[in-house]
């Protein structure tokens, strides 16, 4: 089942909470499916709830949405041809097609009071009805009855008027769906008392006005297709092709907004939301690769892909309906992927804010020091995210580094012999010039000398300069940190090993 009319794909969102990661891969997979076929990928903005509205969403919806890439033709902020693109203003377009149902007998008026609907629900339950739901009162009123109704003034919703009988079939492209009892879908609200539409009856009329041809959301949004179907017969509407992907997170609980969460080290659980990912250090170009094999495959052979790839070959077809979420570990291995990808520029670039976070210094500030372009090279093969930055590179920022100083008494010697060296290596480095070129042999030729294994030698010098075990390779630390500092850091190391020696 193909429309014959240009391509134009939607995400229809409603603001009632950050934007997750289940909403971006349908989001990339709209997006893909419109970039393949030169067609328009539109945002809509799904916010007639009127009691879910969590302002911050749209633009934490708009922001996740161009971090990854992903441009939208239509919608907010750049308006289109369909527009407005914000259900809560098109209430007019609402009331005139719900109005054009009823004249058409496909809907009706219905004044039943919440004490009723309560009753009836409590009714049902004790008689232990399967189809649970509205009992079409309101439906069979007569005209004079519904006059009288009219004229307390009693507040009404609109109902749709559902097939009494028979089946209501429908395509996935996707998949086999079997036909639905009619008598199951209880005439659903089209209009609520407040005059909002429900999320039914908006998302319709739009899909209609707004001439979507493909609709590929989640399948949490299967069992309201036998609704949507008979609303487009009611109006005599032309279906647009159905797709449904599987969920990769339950959206429960994406309605509340959680604070930034840390990732703990083996923890395999996806992030929920978008920003998370963002504020954890992943890349978009990894994410967008990441979420794009969560239920399509570009070859049989990788999982690597580019932006341009993916558009070249991406089909609705070819979304594996059963596939569900993939492990964090794959995402890292993805993540530090492109990061390698990366000019040392680019990357040094997109650590800063990461590591400005993490130092407390002004953004500016970090971008203008001359030891950042001299680290981003040595650390970029051991990055799985932008936030592992901070911890390998701090000691090159911060005035005064600590740590244990028996780290400092290298493995088989005593804190005397690891003195000993450490001021051989001292003298010989002050009178030399700081380049790895340079530093390299003659640390090597010093091991050599003092009978060490360079191990010993240059894990004494690691832990006096930067205060770890674990740095970045260590001629390179040495430069990135500048003669000055390597010689007063000598000092203060040989301070600690006299009091370690004084001490034992
Ligand atoms: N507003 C719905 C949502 O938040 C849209 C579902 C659809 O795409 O039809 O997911």
Not at 21 to 50: C, M, P, S, V
Not at 131 to 156: P, Q, S
């Given at each position: 089942?193909?429309?014959?009319?240009?391509?134009?794909?939607?995400m229809?969102?409603?603001?009632?909470?950050?934007?997750h990661?289940?909403?971006?891969?349908?989001?990339?997979?709209?997006?893909?499916?419109?970039?393949?076929?030169?067609?328009?990928?539109?945002?809509r903005?799904?916010?007639?709830?009127?009691?879910?509205?969590?302002p911050?969403?749209?633009?934490?919806?708009?922001d996740s949405?161009?971090?990854?890439?992903?441009?939208?033709?239509?919608?907010?902020e750049?308006?289109?041809?369909?527009?407005?693109?914000?259900?809560?203003?098109?209430?007019?377009?609402?009331?005139?097609?719900?109005?054009?149902?009823?004249?058409?007998?496909?809907?009706?008026?219905?004044?039943?009071?919440?004490?009723?609907?309560?009753?009836?629900?409590k009714?049902?339950?004790?008689?232990?009805?399967?189809?649970?739901?509205y009992?079409?009162?309101?439906?069979?009123?007569?005209?004079?009855e519904?006059?009288?109704?009219?004229?307390?003034?009693?507040?009404?919703?609109?109902?749709?008027?559902?097939?009494?009988?028979?089946?209501?079939?429908?395509?996935?492209?996707?998949?086999?769906?079997?036909?639905?009892?009619?008598?199951?879908?209880?005439?659903p609200?089209l209009?609520?008392?407040?005059?909002?539409p429900?999320?039914?009856?908006?998302?319709?009329?739009d899909?209609?006005?707004?001439?979507?041809?493909?609709?590929?959301?989640?399948d949490?949004?299967?069992?309201?297709?036998?609704?949507?179907?008979?609303?487009?017969?009611?109006?005599?509407?032309?279906?647009?092709?159905y797709?449904?992907?599987?969920?990769?997170?339950d959206?429960?609980?994406?309605?509340?907004?959680?604070?930034?969460?840390?990732r703990?080290?083996?923890?395999?659980?996806?992030?929920?939301?978008?920003?998370?990912?963002?504020?954890?250090?992943y890349?978009?170009?990894?994410?967008?690769?990441?979420?794009?094999?969560?239920?399509?495959?570009?070859?049989?052979?990788t999982?690597?892909?580019?932006?341009?790839q993916?558009?070249?070959?991406?089909?609705?077809?070819d979304?594996?309906p059963?596939?569900?979420?993939?492990?964090?570990?794959?995402l890292?291995?993805?993540?530090?992927?492109?990061?390698?990808?990366?000019?040392?520029?680019?990357?040094?670039?997109?650590?800063?804010?990461?590591?400005?976070?993490?130092?407390?210094?002004?953004?500016?500030?970090?971008?203008?020091?001359?030891?950042?372009?001299?680290?981003?090279?040595?650390?970029?093969?051991?990055?799985?995210?932008?936030?592992?930055?901070?911890?390998?590179?701090d000691?090159?920022?911060v005035?005064?580094?600590?740590?244990?100083?028996?780290?400092?008494?290298?493995?088989?010697?005593?804190a005397?012999?690891?003195?000993?060296?450490?001021?051989?290596?001292h003298?010989?480095l002050?009178?030399?010039?700081?380049t790895?070129?340079?530093?390299?042999?003659?640390?090597?030729?010093?091991?050599?000398?003092?009978?060490l294994?360079?191990g010993?030698?240059?894990g004494?010098?690691?832990?006096a300069t930067?205060?770890?075990?674990?740095?970045?390779?260590?001629?390179?630390?040495?430069?990135?940190?500048?003669?000055?500092?390597?010689?007063?850091?000598?000092?203060?190391?040989?301070?600690?090993?006299r009091?370690l020696?004084?001490?034992?």
């Amino acid at each position: 089942m193909t429309s014959n009319h240009p391509v134009r794909v939607r995400m229809a969102p409603s603001p009632t909470g950050y934007f997750h990661l289940g909403g971006a891969r349908t989001a990339l997979f709209n997006w893909l499916y419109a970039r393949h076929t030169g067609g328009k990928f539109i945002l809509r903005i799904e916010d007639t709830d009127q009691t879910r509205y969590v302002p911050e969403s749209l633009q934490d919806t708009i922001d996740s949405l161009r971090w990854l890439g992903l441009d939208y033709d239509e919608g907010p902020e750049i308006g289109g041809d369909y527009g407005p693109y914000f259900q809560s203003q098109r209430l007019p377009l609402y009331h005139q097609w719900s109005e054009w149902l009823i004249r058409e007998g496909h809907a009706y008026r219905c004044y039943c009071s919440e004490e009723r609907l309560d009753a009836l629900r409590k009714e049902q339950a004790a008689r232990k009805e399967d189809a649970l739901g509205y009992d079409r009162h309101c439906r069979f009123l007569t005209t004079r009855e519904r006059a009288e109704m009219e004229a307390t003034g009693a507040r009404a919703v609109v109902r749709f008027a559902m097939p009494l009988e028979g089946q209501t079939a429908f395509v996935d492209i996707l998949r086999k769906m079997k036909p639905w009892e009619n008598s199951q879908v209880r005439d659903p609200i089209l209009i609520k008392s407040d005059g909002f539409p429900t999320y039914h009856f908006a998302n319709v009329v739009d899909d209609h006005f707004m001439a979507i041809t493909h609709i590929l959301r989640g399948d949490e949004w299967l069992s309201s297709v036998p609704l949507h179907v008979n609303l487009y017969r009611a109006f005599g509407w032309e279906m647009p092709v159905y797709a449904h992907v599987p969920l990769i997170l339950d959206p429960s609980g994406v309605g509340k907004l959680s604070k930034r969460k840390k990732r703990t080290e083996g923890n395999e659980d996806l992030l929920t939301f978008v920003r998370e990912y963002r504020d954890a250090g992943y890349l978009p170009e990894a994410m967008f690769n990441f979420l794009a094999v969560m239920g399509w495959a570009y070859s049989p052979d990788t999982d690597l892909f580019s932006r341009e790839q993916a558009v070249a070959k991406f089909d609705i077809v070819d979304i594996n309906p059963a596939a569900g979420a993939l492990p964090m570990s794959k995402l890292d291995w993805m993540n530090g992927h492109y990061i390698r990808q990366l000019s040392p520029a680019d990357l040094g670039e997109r650590l800063l804010p990461f590591l400005a976070e993490d130092l407390g210094w002004p953004v500016a500030a970090l971008a203008a020091d001359p030891a950042l372009p001299l680290l981003v090279p040595l650390i970029q093969e051991r990055l799985k995210t932008l936030a592992d930055a901070g911890e390998l590179v701090d000691f090159a920022f911060v005035a005064e580094i600590s740590y244990d100083p028996q780290m400092l008494v290298a493995k088989g010697l005593t804190a005397a012999q690891s003195l000993a060296a450490l001021e051989t290596a001292h003298r010989l480095l002050s009178g030399l010039p700081f380049t790895v070129e340079v530093l390299e042999p003659a640390l090597r030729d010093l091991a050599v000398e003092l009978s060490l294994k360079p191990g010993q030698l240059f894990g004494i010098l690691r832990v006096a300069t930067t205060g770890k075990n674990v740095a970045p390779p260590l001629f390179g630390s040495l430069v990135a940190l500048g003669r000055e500092r390597t010689l007063a850091r000598c000092t203060q190391a040989e301070q600690l090993l006299r009091q370690l020696e004084a001490g034992s």
